[in-house]
């Protein structure tokens, strides 16, 4: 089988199959890895801030709870005093 000048040619090493490359698949192969690197550091990020948000709706929810029965509290202070 001709091989085209700067292919890359691999072998399997259990089959026995050969592969050939087209000259630039390589560069081609890293560029499509670095685009998924990013592609996963931006999801990262994005659950990290949802994270974040969550964990603020959280504290807002507990504080609202907490105010609510401050509030509970007060209202119920002078009945405990008389």
């Not at 490359?21 to 685009?35: M, N, S, Y």
């Not at 949802?50 to 959280?58: E, K, P, Y």
Request: glycine share 4%.
């Amino acid at each position: 089988m001709p091989v085209q000048r700067g292919t890359a040619r691999l072998v399997h090493p259990e089959t026995g199959v050969e592969y050939a490359f087209p000259p630039g698949a390589h560069r081609k192969a890293v560029e499509q890895l670095e685009l998924a690197a990013q592609a996963h550091r931006d999801a990262a990020e994005h659950d990290k801030k949802r994270i974040v948000l969550w964990q603020t709706d959280t504290q807002s929810e507990r504080w609202l709870e907490n105010s609510d029965h401050a509030y509970k509290l007060a209202q119920e202070a002078p009945r405990l005093c008389e």
